[in-house]
């Protein structure tokens, strides 16, 4: 069975500063996705990154960026120059790919909380 | 419409009775998911959908919980008996194929009184 787990339930941090999210998971799979996704009050999951296990390069999305250490089977997300914006629920998930059915559910951690204040 | 939706976005039951919730997936999208996020908690996988059939329903709780796709587009996700202990939000969630993006609904809300 696979986990994951995000240690750290609250953050905050001052408007235009960097933070980093932490992820790590569990898993014997070797072909898998990771994401990060956002949950503002309005419920609505938001896909933020998306990572294939295959690949070495660390993805990155604008002011989104994350460090994956597959050996470590951890993977942060770090937000450059945050906004007001940015405050939400963030969930690291993990999505194992089966090569015949194709790569199915969804097994996400805990969340943790991020504020961004003025 | 150009994201899923679902319906009703809050709905409040007595224990016991028996509700649906309903999910429009964002059209052409053949694969649709089901999960259940607990007060605090992350989203919990319940069923999964390739066209009509049930690829996966291993996150189904018990038999009181039941969903079906008969056009392989509008699901709707059934709970007989109600307890207070499925209070939750429910997500739908649907994506071009079973390895693309998951997009998601906004929820629906069930508090069982």
């Known amino acids: 069975a696979q986990t994951v787990t995000q240690s750290q339930p609250e953050m905050s941090v001052q408007e235009a500063e960097t933070v980093t999210l932490s992820c790590t998971y569990d898993?014997?799979?070797?072909?898998?996705?990771l994401f990060w996704y956002k949950q503002p009050p309005s419920r609505q999951m938001i896909l933020v990154i998306r990572?294939?296990?295959?690949?070495?390069q660390n993805a990155t999305e604008n002011r989104f960026s994350v460090n994956f250490q597959k050996a470590a089977k951890s993977f942060s997300l770090k937000i450059s120059d945050s906004q007001l914006g940015d405050t939400a629920m963030y969930f690291c998930a993990f999505m194992p790919f089966l090569s015949i059915q194709g790569a199915q559910k969804l097994v996400f951690g805990q969340g943790t909380r991020l504020t961004i204040n003025p | 419409g150009a994201g899923v939706s679902q319906t009703p976005s809050n709905k409040v039951t007595e224990k016991g009775k028996y509700v649906e919730l309903r999910c429009d997936p964002i059209s052409g999208h053949t694969a649709l998911y089901w999960y259940r996020q607990s007060l605090g908690q992350g989203p919990e996988f319940l069923i999964y959908?390739?066209?009509?059939?049930?690829?996966?329903d291993s996150g189904l709780p018990n038999d009181r919980f039941f969903a079906v796709r008969p056009e392989g587009s509008v699901s709707t996700l059934k709970i007989q008996r109600t307890e207070r202990g499925d209070s939750a939000v429910y997500l739908c969630?649907?994506?071009f194929g079973g390895g693309d993006e998951q997009f998601f609904g906004p929820g629906t809300r069930l508090t069982v009184l």
């Open positions: 990572q294939e296990a295959y690949k070495q």
């Open positions: 898993t014997s799979e070797s072909n898998y996705y």
């Open positions: 969630a649907s994506s």
């Open positions: 959908f390739q066209g009509t059939g049930a690829a996966d």
